[in-house]
């Protein structure tokens, strides 16, 4: 049987920046509670209450804590790590996980159960699907433009046309520059600025009517919609702290960068 897995109980308050780092073993970061971001270069991911971030080993990322945060984190070697995702993921954190990750970190299991547990955790592990609130980061210049500003304004409703204007550049080149940057079309990546706004906003018990209409919907029902045929519940299930809220989407890979997006 294998060793137990390394493991640690931490709790930040809002506002908490932990600045850009790397760890020799990958990382499970389970959010008990509150929400957090974790940015690397190929972008930013969200991590909602009750959900968990897989970072690879040596990943450079940083976490920056949208509300208080209670942290349960487990180290994965690189030989244990198996089939997990080579990149960064949000992760939808199974009851089973859930209460192994805590009684890991919180129950101080004498070694053997420790181990017992670790195994149980790297079995489960491999059975979790992957929740699709990455938002890709662009490096080109006049694509930054437009995408800086958009996260300064989700709720901006101008084109693309007005978007190409203001960036310098042609309607034409920005298409080509979303696509290839991001693997996303200028309004799936608006989209899914909005969504994972709206995640961590929701998060933070804001009413959902006033994120749907900040964030540029016609109507709260029409938000309620759209969430639903992305994460497969409504807002209000999909935050239930139970641990319990169901993942029934099917996310699609993005066509260029083998992420995942919202359509």
Sequence with gaps: ????????????????????????????????????????????WIVPPQRAVWVPPRMRHAISCGSAVSLRTLYVSPAERRALPKGCAVLAVSPLLRELIIELCEGNPAPPRQRALSELVLSDLLELPAIPIHLPEPKEAR?????????????????????????????????RLFIA????????????????????????????????????YSSVSAFIESFRKTFGVTPYRYFRNDGQASVAFRPRRSPNKGSYYAE
């Design 1 to 44: 049987m294998r060793a137990s897995l390394p493991h640690l109980a931490e709790d930040h308050p809002r506002g908490h920046y932990i600045p850009p780092h790397t760890h020799r073993r990958g990382q499970l970061v389970f959010a008990r509670s509150g929400v957090m971001q974790v940015e690397t270069a190929a972008g930013l």
């Design 181 to 216: 940057e991001t693997g996303m079309t200028f309004r799936q990546w608006r989209r899914q600025l909005r969504f994972i706004s709206a995640i961590e906003r929701l998060a933070q018990h804001e009413p959902v009517t006033a994120v749907a209409l900040d964030l540029g």
């Design 143 to 175: 694509l930054r433009r437009v995408t800086d500003a958009l996260k300064r304004q989700p709720a901006d409703e101008r084109g693309l046309s007005a978007w190409a204007s203001m960036a310098g550049a042609s309607p034409r080149t920005l298409t």
